[in-house]
T-cell receptor, first 115, second 111 residues
Framework: ETGVTQSPTHLIKTRGQQVTLRCSSQ?????VSWYQQALGQGPQFIFQ???????GRGNFPPRFSGLQFPNYSSELNVNALELDDSALYLCASSFQAGGHTGELFFGEGSRLTVL | QKEVEQNSGPLSVPEGAIASLNCTYSDRGSQSFFWYRQYSGKSPELIMFIYSNGDKEDGRFTAQLNKASQYVSLLIRDSQPSDSATYLCAVSVNRDDKIIFGKGTRLHILP
């Protein structure tokens, strides 16, 4: 158990819809990172939030957006869903201090299927 | 050039033998290096991290880092069937501290 919780665990959407995924970080952690993991691939970095601000973004279009709240929980929003967005979405929390990245602790993921 | 590269495998190793997993990375400014294990249908779990050149041992696991060669490895001694999983190498990219993962190496321990 990492103390990182994600919801929902599974969901099915249709192309063009919007989805919001939620994550509660581990107590004491101040950074949340989101990853997309397609079947048979490694996790792809979407973005990271530190102290409620986006702190780094991977090669994902603007329709992927996020938020971090004062309690360090986070949301990932995806607009205009496409079939290729079907994947496991992983949230990971960490503690960042002095520019040094701490190790990531992952939640169990949200599996999104887009039909 | 991909930022973090791993051989996708599968790597088959007899039970009790040493499994050796390798990873190369492209950003010379990288400072933090991680190995994660991921069982099928589960999320990645941290096995080890290493920040300095050389070896770091934790139980049956040894991580090795060579920054000059931009190379990280993980050795698993006395391999057990429960070690069968995908092993993900991850590297922090210095400029904004994001952690980038390789595609992972599938390890299969033969009983």
């Amino acid at each position: 158990e990492t103390g990182v919780t994600q919801s929902p665990t599974h969901l099915i959407k249709t192309r063009g819809q919007q989805v919001t995924l939620r994550c509660s970080s581990q107590s004491g952690h101040n950074t949340v990172s989101w990853y997309q993991q397609a079947l048979g691939q490694g996790p792809q970095f979407i973005f990271q939030y530190y102290r409620e601000e986006e702190n780094g973004r991977g090669n994902f279009p603007p329709r992927f957006s996020g938020l971090q709240f004062p309690n360090y929980s986070s949301e990932l929003n995806v607009n205009a869903l496409e079939l290729d967005d079907s994947a496991l979405y992983l949230c990971a929390s960490s503690f960042q201090a002095g520019g040094h990245t701490g190790e990531l602790f992952f939640g169990e993921g949200s599996r999104l299927t887009v039909l | 050039q991909k930022e973090v590269e791993q051989n996708s495998g599968p790597l088959s190793v007899p039970e009790g033998a040493i499994a050796s997993l390798n990873c190369t990375y492209s950003d010379r400014g990288s400072q933090s290096f991680f190995w994660y294990r991921q069982y099928s249908g589960k999320s990645p779990e941290l096995i080890m991290f290493i920040y300095s050149n050389g070896d770091k041992e934790d139980g049956r696991f040894t991580a090795q880092l060579n920054k000059a060669s931009q190379y990280v490895s993980l050795l698993i001694r006395d391999s057990q069937p429960s070690d069968s999983a995908t092993y993900l190498c991850a590297v922090s990219v210095n400029r904004d501290d994001k952690i980038i993962f390789g595609k992972g190496t599938r390890l299969h321990i033969l009983p």
